[in-house]
């Protein structure tokens, strides 16, 4: 019984979560196993922030036809995550401009960071996951 | 000589290392995550562009699809589907893949 009672007091607890994303989408299979990760979070009533840097800001292209490659296209998952709760998606400035990016270009609706906001938001994390 | 590169340019050094080492008149074609080099407004494109003068350089389209990136690419580069991609290797007398 001590074992459920420890699950108990844990259960209530909400803590940070920021997941990482630093991979274009289909090179490697960091950027699906991420997404899944996510998901499964989701479920668990987490304050999740989704953050996307780097070479990461590619996974939320518009555009992406993958029938070429014969390889799932996820990118239409990530509009879904509204209806999982998960609100906070978060790109950074420095990774857009460096790629030619804008808001525009993006699947679905995020906020664009500094990279002082985007170190402040990494700080304040109980947890962070990288993919 | 047929080069190919298949890692972003924001990641790993392969394409500079390659263009680098490309001598005149050679060929390099860009796969799966090294496209996005030859897109407009990426941090690679000048390289890519400077090396457009002495190489042969080419995509690989449905990489380029596949990633959203059909629409962006850089003028100078011509993008090839996997039919190209075996005539390209079957082309040139040896080729070097930059893992």
Known sequence: M???DEMDDGSGIIKKFMFLNRKAPHGTVYALE???????TAA????VSLVFTDDGVFQLMKGIDTKGIEVKDFSKTYRALEGYDIEKLYVDQASMDARGLTEDDLIVDVTV???DEMANLMAEQDVVISF | MLHIVNKSAAE???L???LRMAT?????LLIEDAVYAATNGNAAAAKIQAAAADLKIYALGPDLAARGMAGRVLDGVN???YGGFVDLVAEHSNCQSWL
């Open chain 1, 2 to 4: 001590s074992d459920m």
């Open chain 1, 34 to 40: 991420g997404l899944e990760v996510v998901l499964i």
């Open chain 1, 44 to 47: 668990f009533d987490q304050d």
């Open chain 1, 113 to 115: 960071l500094s990279v």
């Open chain 2, 12 to 14: 790993r050094s392969s």
């Open chain 2, 16 to 18: 500079e290392s390659c």
């Open chain 2, 24 to 28: 005149k008149g050679s060929a390099v």
């Open chain 2, 79 to 81: 993008v090839v589907d």
